[in-house]
């Protein structure tokens, strides 16, 4: 089993971390990671089975979209796991690490955060997990994001979600979301919006041209939306929806 076969390769992710001390995994490391996985799975996982590389989803949209929502629910549908670029960031902040300080005020001023940092937070939850199937969610940011995930992780998203969204809408969305974050407030979503239309934007436009887009009209109800999303995932699961 998957579970089985993790355990079994991370006895041999030590080694590789002997062999390359700093902590992120070069390209080879992590497509060894994945070979080693699925030469010790047993597991029938369908379309899967051949891979030896994680699946992964970019999410996008712009703030309030409604990116987090639906990702819990594909995830709880189909099995894959959700990172929040977002999240892994504001977990990093408030962590006593030496980037707490520069990830708050970027977070706080609408502005990407460098992409090393959030390339490593994100290469290490796909690293400690013992699924294959990833959701990454309000990443990339930017080109400079995609090419350096590109560069660092070896991989290409195998399908990019674009949640599309009017911006009064997102507005009134991230106004009303009420979870204490320190950048929803009118002032930093106008300069997330501004972000979101320079830098965000021409990620969407390069993954459409090589034909990765499934764009999503995100205004409905949370049900409505993820009728619209299930259709693309159930046709990559063996076992389709769990309910
Ligand atoms: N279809 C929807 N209709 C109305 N409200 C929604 C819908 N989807 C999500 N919301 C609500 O809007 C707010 C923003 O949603 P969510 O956090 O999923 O957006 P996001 O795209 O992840 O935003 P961010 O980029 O700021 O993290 C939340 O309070 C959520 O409950
Ligand atoms: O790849 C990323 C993702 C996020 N950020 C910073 O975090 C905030 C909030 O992100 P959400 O995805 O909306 O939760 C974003 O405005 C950026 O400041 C980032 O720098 N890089
Ligand atoms: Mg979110």
Redesign the pocket.
């Given at each position: 089993m998957w579970r089985c076969s993790s355990f079994l390769s991370s006895l041999v992710r030590p080694l590789n971390r002997r062999i390359h001390p700093q902590l992120a995994w070069n390209r080879f490391e992590f497509a060894q990671h994945f070979v080693t996985t699925e030469i010790l799975s047993t597991a029938n996982e369908g379309v899967f089975s051949k891979r030896t590389s994680p699946f992964i989803a970019f999410v996008l949209?712009?703030?309030?979209?409604?990116?987090?929502?639906?990702c819990m629910m594909i995830a709880d549908a189909f099995k894959f796991t959700h990172l929040?670029a977002?999240d892994l960031l504001r977990k990093e902040m408030v962590s006593d690490g030496e980037n707490g300080a520069m990830i708050r005020n970027s977070i706080k001023e609408g502005k990407i955060v460098p992409s090393e940092i959030t390339i490593r937070l994100i290469q290490k939850a796909i690293e400690s997990s013992e699924n294959y199937k990833f959701l990454i969610?309000?990443f990339p940011r930017s080109d400079e994001n995609r090419i350096a995930f590109e560069r660092i992780v070896g991989v290409e998203p195998d399908l990019v979600l674009f949640?599309e969204c009017p911006e009064e809408e997102m507005i009134k969305?991230?106004l009303?979301?009420?979870?204490g974050r320190i950048?929803d407030n009118i002032e930093t979503v106008k300069k997330?919006l501004q972000v979101f239309h320079t830098l965000n934007l021409p990620v969407v436009n390069y993954y459409s041209r090589k034909g990765k887009v499934h764009k999503i009209n995100?205004?409905?109800?949370?049900d409505e939306?993820f009728e619209k999303v299930r259709p693309l995932f159930a046709a990559f699961s063996k076992d389709g929806p769990r309910n």
């Open positions: 949209g712009g703030p309030g979209s409604g990116k987090g929502t639906q929040s977002g969610d309000g949640f969305r991230v009303s979301r009420n979870q950048d997330r995100a205004v409905g109800t949370l939306i």
